[in-house]
């Protein structure tokens, strides 16, 4: 197979990609749902908790809009800001008088038919978000200049998971990671309540969700000498100054900054909160100055959270979200049109603020094989997912992402966990042949170094793409052996590809490499032609009666309306 007949695949496969998202992102541009409205209320500064412990943001978008897809339609930005002027309030103490219904934003709604009122409000929301995006900047400054700065170890980087759920543990865990040689802090963030909720009235389980809670073995407090936890509370109680001392590098909302200051005998404050990261943010700061090279932090949040994420990862200088709408459609049974939308306005967010984008090596989609009772092969099935890694990438770019801020999956972990070294060698080549140019990162069962036999995995994922980031999937005791089994890794990989010479595929796995861009482009030209079923199989998939389930979110999407009293207008700055 000739390395030109390749590059035709390849490029076909891209323009399929690329036309079929640039249809799907426009309509997703219009759309708007009720986690949008969730984003937007963050952005004007109602964060925390309400009075009975939910989210105050959700809260306060489902009072509001609740099943009503006219007020959905419309956003809750004007209501709101209406409602802030006539009541004199701040938006926090304004979003829990409306989140336990002491005010009704409907009223409010109603009052901006008067034109007077209509202009005021207007003039306050721009206001508002103009300030939130100065301070967007600031912080996207900030951070550019902190790399710019301390600078960044030799790639691949290392990117180990928290594992501790609470901030206090969470602080001292990550100091001693970046101590070690890591270079990038994974937190999980807790679930979406829209999307756990969903999953138990669906009747599915919740227990793989990242629900906060006391984790037995939590690893706070043991097995970091030097006074970990102590320094964690110090951290903490030195918040509220910090702010004050750090110039831009913290956070601005509405024109102010605002204290992060947490009292320790408070209640737990989960990592992943807004408020945790924001701790940690300096924490890992801190702890990357002392080693002398810049550290980052990336998110990994559930479904329905893209929007609130990205306004999360703008406000406390996350580096890296993990967000996939691909996934999502296909492994957590989405519906498309909402996951799509959820992640078009995601992605203005993260334009804005500098944030990079991990996007997922493509699902392992199997829904029409299940319909059709046909098994697939493995160059379909191979296929298949980088199709939809394809169309993940092109989504992102016609959002306005730019290409330099996205780092795409290496290795499907369907692929890995299968531990064939010449499948997993080839998928990570085929990723660099087809996104030439954009960074790689290694993560799942492909980076487990860990366990017996994980090392030759790496190196043969590293072998076929030279990856800009390996994630270890698990926890890691020993961050420091970690860190140098992947230097050991990384200089096997390179000898490996000098050696090889021309670093082309020959033989069976050039022509496996074929098959597999053949079935990538026929997958998204069935797509194209056939909708998603074509792919996923009729309804949803996996959990329900008969691999069959409704799928989830649908019922939260609207078109936005673009009448005097909508919230569109003001929103489009934004892009």
Known sequence: MSGDTLS??????????ADLAGELSRSARRTATIAQERAVLRMLGVDGLDRAGRPLAASLAERYCGSDRGRLARGVILPFVAAMLEYELPAHDLALDVASGAIDLGLEAELLERPDRLAATEQRASAMIDAVLVGFDANRTATREMREILGFPDQPWLGVALQAMEVLSAVAEARVMVDQGADVIQVRVPASWEYAEARRNAGLETSDLFEFGARRGDRGGRGYADGGAARAERTLRGAAQATKDRGPAMPIRGGKRRSQATRPDAEPVPAGSQRGLAVLRQAVDDAAAGRGCYASLMTVASAFAAPEQAVVAAFERIDYVVADPIREIAEDNVD????????????????????????????????ADVARGLPSDAATRSGRGLALQALGVELALADGLP?????????????AQEGVAASILLEAWLRSFVFGGYRLVVSGSAARVSTPGGLAGLVCALAGAPAAMVIQPDAVERVSVVAADLGAAAAASRALRATLGDGKLHGDAADLAASTLRAASAALERLAAEGWGSLLGPGGQGDGEGGSLERLGGSAIVERADGPTSGARLLQVLT
């Open 336 to 367: 498309p049109e909402r996951a799509l939308a959820d992640h078009a306005f995601a992605h203005r967010i993260q334009a804005r603020a500098g944030c990079r984008v991990v996007i997922g090596s493509g699902p392992l989609v199997l829904g």
């Open 403 to 415: 290409a330099d801020r996205l780092f795409l999956g290496a290795v499907p972990d369907w692929v």
């Open 8 to 17: 035709a695949q390849a490029e076909l496969v891209r323009r399929r990609a």
